[in-house]
């Protein structure tokens, strides 16, 4: 029997216990984090499919959700017309007709005649994310069954499509004789690039580029869960028309065809606009192809590179609380590392 004195001791000697564990566990993934990236980032060899004959790879459309002038945003919408992938096509949506960001686009446009581009004009209220509302048309209206939504303060390299591509439908063989799931969807880690002289824009950048980039890698390499940000996502619209975020197995919804608009509007219970009802809606989207379907994700050995405008120390804090507040109980790595780990805004 312990009396009182040996119980009281016992009470700080678990807790220095799983201190000292939860302290070892932590240390561990962000070394697999930083080996990983090493090993992933390390050679980044060009896809056959970027010198490939336009009719024998598969098309992709690239959506791009905008919203005012981002920073950076010609340089980065830029590098989606450079992408050396012979089959793709361009679509920029905006909610507003007078958005300030059209005249980038349009300027790109003329500077780029031999991309096929267009832009969608007017967003569809399908529920309470902006970012949905203003991408729901231009999901129904791409010509393609692969899409590529990347957010506009992204840029990146030419050669991230064709890699990206060929990371979704050539999977590298499994070193096991077990059966691989399918990858459904390829995502790439944010790395920061900032020329702001403020406090807080220096201090997203560190974060980005070091404590949340080895937690994405080190999460996404041990792979027992869902975990992906929405900065650059490549997936297929037929395998998001068969979600409805419930994050549960369930029969397939009745198939559409692509490219038309009419044979979407009246279904806000499958695809897209089914994410409507959360705020981290890239996310739920990745989780829902991992639990609902059965599928596996693929992190590229292509970057997306973030650019970050100018931000005070407040409103780094502030924005790191309202994101985590949006993803509640989200992210595995809410539970893995105290700190606010995987929100890149």
């Not at 209220?125 to 203003?134: E, M």
């Not at 397939?252 to 499958?270: A, M």
């Not at 809410?334 to 995987?342: A, E, F, G, I, R």
């Given at each position: 029997?312990?009396?009182?004195?040996?119980?009281?001791?016992t009470v700080?000697?678990?807790?220095?216990?799983?201190?000292?564990?939860?302290?070892?566990?932590?240390?561990?993934?962000?070394?697999?984090?930083?080996?990983?990236?090493?090993?992933?980032?390390?050679?980044?060899?060009?896809?056959?499919?970027?010198?490939?004959?336009?009719?024998?790879?598969?098309?992709?459309?690239?959506?791009?959700?905008?919203?005012?002038?981002?920073?950076?945003?010609?340089?980065?919408?830029?590098?989606?017309?450079?992408?050396?992938?012979?089959?793709?096509?361009?679509?920029?949506?905006?909610?507003d007709p007078?958005?300030?960001?059209?005249?980038?686009?349009?300027?790109?446009?003329?500077?780029?005649?031999?991309?096929?581009?267009?832009?969608?004009?007017?967003?569809e209220v399908?529920?309470?994310?902006?970012?949905?509302?203003?991408?729901?048309?231009?999901?129904?209206k791409?010509?393609?069954?692969?899409?590529?939504?990347?957010d506009?303060?992204?840029?990146?390299?030419?050669?991230t499509l064709?890699?990206?591509?060929?990371?979704?439908?050539?999977?590298?063989?499994?070193?096991?004789n077990?059966?691989?799931?399918?990858?459904?969807?390829?995502?790439?880690?944010?790395?920061?690039?900032?020329?702001?002289?403020?406090?807080?824009?220096?201090?997203e950048?560190?974060f980005?580029?070091?404590?949340?980039?080895?937690?994405?890698?080190a999460?996404?390499?041990?792979?027992?869960?869902?975990?992906?940000?929405?900065?650059?996502?490549?997936?297929?619209?037929?395998?998001?028309?068969?979600?409805?975020g419930?994050l549960?197995?369930?029969?397939?919804p009745p198939?559409?065809?692509?490219?038309?608009?009419?044979s979407?509007?009246?279904d806000?219970?499958?695809?897209?606009?089914?994410?409507?009802?959360?705020?981290?809606?890239?996310?739920?989207?990745?989780?829902?192809?991992?639990?609902?379907?059965?599928?596996?994700?693929?992190?590229?050995?292509?970057?997306a590179?973030?650019?970050?405008?100018?931000?005070?120390?407040?409103?780094?804090?502030?924005?790191?609380?309202?994101?985590?507040?949006?993803?509640?109980?989200?992210?595995?790595?809410?539970?893995?590392?105290?700190?606010?780990?995987?929100?890149?805004?």
């Amino acid at each position: 029997m312990l009396d009182d004195n040996d119980a009281f001791l016992t009470v700080p000697f678990m807790l220095a216990v799983v201190g000292a564990i939860w302290y070892v566990v932590l240390w561990a993934i962000g070394l697999l984090g930083c080996f990983a990236g090493r090993r992933r980032y390390r050679l980044r060899p060009r896809s056959p499919l970027a010198s490939a004959p336009a009719n024998t790879v598969p098309g992709v459309s690239i959506l791009r959700p905008l919203k005012g002038l981002d920073t950076n945003l010609y340089e980065n919408l830029e590098s989606t017309f450079t992408q050396e992938y012979p089959n793709y096509e361009l679509l920029f949506s905006v909610a507003d007709p007078n958005d300030q960001a059209l005249g980038v686009v349009r300027e790109l446009i003329a500077k780029y005649p031999d991309v096929k581009a267009e832009i969608v004009v007017g967003e569809e209220v399908v529920g309470v994310n902006p970012k949905v509302n203003n991408l729901v048309r231009s999901y129904r209206k791409a010509t393609h069954d692969i899409l590529w939504v990347l957010d506009s303060n992204v840029m990146v390299d030419p050669g991230t499509l064709a890699r990206s591509v060929d990371a979704l439908i050539n999977p590298p063989a499994s070193k096991s004789n077990k059966p691989q799931k399918r990858i459904a969807l390829v995502h790439h880690v944010p790395l920061a690039f900032v020329n702001e002289p403020q406090l807080g824009s220096r201090i997203e950048e560190a974060f980005l580029n070091t404590n949340h980039a080895k937690m994405y890698i080190a999460i996404n390499t041990v792979a027992l869960e869902s975990c992906v940000v929405g900065k650059s996502n490549l997936y297929r619209r037929s395998d998001v028309d068969k979600l409805d975020g419930s994050l549960k197995p369930h029969p397939p919804p009745p198939s559409r065809s692509f490219g038309s608009s009419s044979s979407h509007i009246s279904d806000t219970d499958h695809g897209l606009a089914a994410f409507s009802r959360f705020m981290a809606e890239d996310n739920m989207i990745a989780s829902a192809l991992w639990h609902e379907l059965d599928v596996r994700h693929d992190l590229s050995c292509d970057v997306a590179r973030n650019a970050i405008g100018n931000m005070s120390l407040s409103d780094y804090i502030w924005r790191r609380l309202v994101f985590q507040s949006t993803l509640g109980n989200s992210f595995v790595a809410n539970y893995v590392d105290p700190l606010p780990t995987l929100g890149d805004g």
